[in-house]
């Protein structure tokens, strides 16, 4: 990485370095209000076709954490009624370990002009932004789905509206323990470079082919 950063480079190594860390290797204390509302800031930051914000978050304070114990547990058993006591007991502490824990929900704007897609996208961004924010002011962070975001009783106990969709659990705290090293990622793998058709002539057939990303060639 650079050895004498400038401000663009700082900002940019927080995106670079941004690891998933589990609800396991977080501890208290998580973000502060005016911490959250910070986060909450950079997620409407994100790019946003039409400025629907189209997601919001629910937060799940420590007075109301059994209660939502309860709602996790039972789903676990509705999704598999021979759950075990150990399956219970984790069930139970999705809800009760993460110092800070949110609901992300997309809410797409059906009268919307602008694609259901293209909101599903802004939603995206704004997920990513709330997670590079909580990095950048020194928190781990993750957001686990899994099954139980399909249930429609939890979503409905959880305060869901009709038509909005529970996407998935943010969990925030102080890291206690780092995630393992990650991997290596490349950039060529999600990169390729458009050299145009290779029969100009045929560019308007229907059947026409452009060359493929396996012919991916660097370029100016």
């Known amino acids: 990485m650079w050895r004498h950063m400038t401000g663009a480079q ?3 190594e927080v995106l670079l370095t941004r690891r998933s860390v589990s609800p396991r290797r977080l501890q208290h204390p998580g973000p502060n ?3 959250l509302d910070a986060i909450l800031q950079a997620g409407l930051r994100a790019p946003d076709h ?4 189209p997601w919001r978050v629910i937060e799940f304070r420590p007075q109301n954490r059994e209660a939502l114990a309860w709602c996790f547990e039972q789903e676990k058993l509705r999704r598999d009624p021979l759950a075990g006591p150990a399956d219970l007991k984790r069930a139970r502490e999705h809800a009760t370990r993460p110092p800070l824990l949110l609901g992300f929900v997309v809410s797409p704007r059906e009268r919307s ?5 293209e909101q599903w996208l802004s939603a995206g961004a704004a997920l990513g932004n709330l997670l590079s924010a909580s990095h950048q002011l020194g928190y781990g962070a993750i957001v686990l789905s899994g099954e139980r975001c399909f249930d429609e009783t939890l ?4 305060g869901v509206l009709p038509g909005e969709h529970l996407v998935g659990f943010i969990s925030m705290g102080s890291v206690k323990e780092a995630p393992p090293p990650p ?3 490349l950039s060529q793998s999600v990169w390729s470079c458009w050299q145009g058709w290779k029969d100009p002539d045929a560019a308007a057939l229907p059947e026409a082919q ?3 990303p396996s012919e991916r060639v660097r370029g100016s």
């Open 10 to 12: 700082r900002i940019l």
């Open 33 to 35: 209000p005016d911490e």
């Open 50 to 53: 039409g400025g629907l914000h």
């Open 113 to 117: 002009k602008i694609p259901a897609r």
């Open 155 to 158: 979503a409905r106990q959880v």
């Open 183 to 185: 991997r290596e990622l």
């Open 210 to 212: 452009p060359i493929l």
